[in-house]
């Protein structure tokens, strides 16, 4: 078994599970910096993904906790794309893609890891972005941390 040295996950693996929907906590909090939300609208907002398919993977996420698209109003799906599209840009701007992934994954056979509060995925992508280490050994490198994207993405997007 390969391993690798990663001693700032003990803070995720030995804390506190809480209960409850995690985007509807975070959204509450108020803890933008804390949390990684670098953008709020009217009816959602943008976060880090804190275990992302690439670097720069965000979630735009609705306030309203629902699982089904159609509980979405005109202005919820209005703001959801809205965002998206300035999120977009601002990424575009900050990290320079080739191309990006944005989906929905509704469901757990559809992939969802958080099935009870849909939330978008926009997922930056690069030519030759997939490499020998997934495919040889089942590990992604992300070449950024968090605090310091979050940092450009906040700057970038007001």
């Not at 030995?14 to 949390?35: A, M, P, T």
């Not at 976060?47 to 690439?54: D, E, I, K, Q, T």
């Amino acid at each position: 078994m390969d391993k690798l040295w990663a001693p700032w996950r003990i803070k995720y693996v030995s804390k506190k599970k809480e209960s409850g929907c995690i985007f509807c906590r975070i959204h509450k909090q108020k803890k933008d910096k804390k949390n990684y939300i670098v953008l709020r609208s009217n009816y959602c907002y943008v976060v880090l993904n804190r275990f992302p398919y690439n670097n720069g993977h965000l979630l735009i996420t609705p306030y309203k906790h629902t699982s089904k698209l159609e509980q979405l109003n005109d202005k919820e799906v209005l703001d959801i794309y809205k965002i998206t599209i300035k999120i977009k840009k601002t990424i575009k701007e900050v990290l320079h893609p080739d191309a990006f992934n944005i989906g929905f994954n509704l469901g757990e056979a559809a992939g969802a890891g958080i099935t009870d509060h849909l939330h978008l995925h926009l997922v930056p992508r690069w030519n030759g972005d997939t490499n020998f280490m997934p495919v040889l050994s089942e590990t992604k490198i992300i070449s950024q941390s968090l605090d310091d994207l979050y940092n450009k993405l906040k700057k970038e997007s007001k």
